[in-house]
């Protein structure tokens, strides 16, 4: 989840004595005759393995996973430890740097972590195993694309892969069937519309738009959506990527106009900036918003507290009949193999089991998307499908921008924090964008 899907400290950045990686050298990567898939033959193993599943499909998809690896592997114990995204990313590097780091860890893309880890040495390359367990021809290219950097770590998107992801992620809208009936409209089929709504929510007294930003980081999900109708989905990659332009170029302002007139015209809560994220799901079944924006991990929690009456779409269009703009996305947080694991064959088989087209059905099965083919499972409930569908469409349609706190080591906490001044009205849209841009053109000198 970000993403997810889905804020790493800058006090951990600066700390360099704790920088994972630090005192070992760069991990080697071993031919691929030497990598071991009788895993029986490893003896007892207990494998530690980081996640941030910890919303309720999630929890349950971990569970029975690991449970599954454990059954085929009666030598490999599963010691798991599950935080929320902010708390993972918050000491990942401090746990990587320390004598006892888990052998795997989910590692968000971009420059903030997986880029980081890399360029310290704490992630193993995965070259060797998808030689034999065949990674890449597993999923989508644009997946594989975003879970690979060079070995400096200066570049994402390209390079040795690093990462597997479970599941896949487009950022979209839920509503309530139920309030649509109540205020008497249908699920959009524009964004004017959409906004129309809005208003006439408001007007009603209801909440408009759920939203909560504790974390600073949910923000960046509404920006992303209010940018698929300001900007081309090239410039969008192009700037996350570091290959052309500004954060406060006039598409990006304008998105950023928009969010602040959503707080200003009372379309979000007032204690958005207070609400913390991962309560979104019972927040928005007991009534409080018409609308929520977010990615596929919201399905399952919100179809067992809805049931059918919650529904999800992908941003419509600006005007109805126009093309489908774009909108964040791409991989799930991707599982990765650290240096210092004593167990990194055993750690692969673990990767390969959690990402076969069984594994891929149990995501299916507890309301997930999976990020490869399933082998047998579609979605049963009506939001399960819509969330399949979107996916398929983002997909089909390349329509997929990276999430935008990708771009620097420290910019889900420079943009995150930027958006919760805009919200509250501390900053204008210009003074947030150019705080973003500050990090980001000091981010590109040095790399």
Request: proline share 9%; glycine share 10%; charged share 20%.
């Amino acid at each position: 989840m970000r993403k997810p899907i889905m804020v790493l400290a800058t006090m951990l950045i600066s700390v360099s004595a704790c920088a994972p990686g630090s005192n070992n050298p760069k991990p080697t990567q071993k031919p691929p005759s030497a990598v071991q898939t009788d895993i029986a033959k490893a003896g007892p193993v207990t494998l530690t393995v980081w996640d941030q599943e910890v919303l309720g499909g999630q929890n349950e998809q971990m569970q029975k996973l690991n449970a599954a690896f454990h059954a085929k592997y009666p030598n490999v114990t599963i010691k798991r430890v599950s935080r929320s995204f902010s708390d993972l990313e918050k000491t990942l590097r401090l746990a990587l740097s320390g004598d006892n780091p888990p052998d795997v860890v989910e590692a968000n893309q971009g420059y903030g972590i997986m880029a980081a880890l890399v360029k310290a040495g704490a992630l193993v390359p995965l070259d060797p195993y998808d030689k034999v367990y065949g990674f890449r021809k597993r999923f989508p290219a644009g997946v594989s694309q975003l879970n690979s950097v060079t070995t400096d770590g200066k570049t994402i998107g390209s390079g040795s892969l690093y990462g597997v992801s479970m599941t896949g992620e487009a950022v979209g809208i839920y509503y309530n069937t139920d309030e649509l009936a109540k205020l008497g409209i249908q699920p959009p089929t524009s964004f004017s519309q959409f906004e129309q709504d809005l208003a006439l929510a408001k007007s009603k007294g209801e909440t408009p738009l759920y939203f909560a930003n504790l974390e600073k980081f949910p923000a960046i999900h509404e920006l992303g959506v209010l940018l698929g109708q300001t900007a081309d989905k090239g410039a969008l990659r192009n700037l996350v990527f570091g290959q052309g332009g500004a954060w406060t170029d006039p598409p990006v302002v304008q998105a950023a106009q928009r969010l602040a007139g959503w707080a200003k015209n009372g379309y979000l809560p007032r204690t958005a900036n207070a609400g913390k994220y991962n309560d979104s799901p019972s927040a928005f079944a007991k009534g409080d918003g018409v609308f929520l924006i977010g990615g596929p991990w919201f399905a399952a929690d919100l179809q067992k507290k809805l049931g059918d009456k919650v529904r999800f779409m992908l941003p419509p269009p600006p005007q109805a009949g126009q093309a489908q703009p774009p909108t964040l996305g791409g991989p799930g947080l991707p599982l990765a193999i650290t240096s210092k694991s004593k167990h990194p064959d055993v750690a692969a088989a673990y990767l390969n089991f959690m990402t076969s087209p069984q594994a891929m059905d149990v995501v299916v099965q507890t309301g997930g998307l999976p990020s490869a083919k399933p082998a047998s499972a579609t979605p049963s409930s009506p939001v399960g499908r819509d969330v399949f569908q979107a996916y398929r469409t983002a997909s089909d349609k390349d329509l997929l921008v990276p999430y935008l706190d990708y771009s620097t080591t420290t910019f889900m906490d420079t943009l995150g924090g930027a958006l919760q001044e805009i919200i509250a009205g501390r900053k204008t849209p210009q003074q947030g964008m150019a705080a973003a841009q500050k990090d980001y053109s000091a981010f590109l000198a040095k790399k």
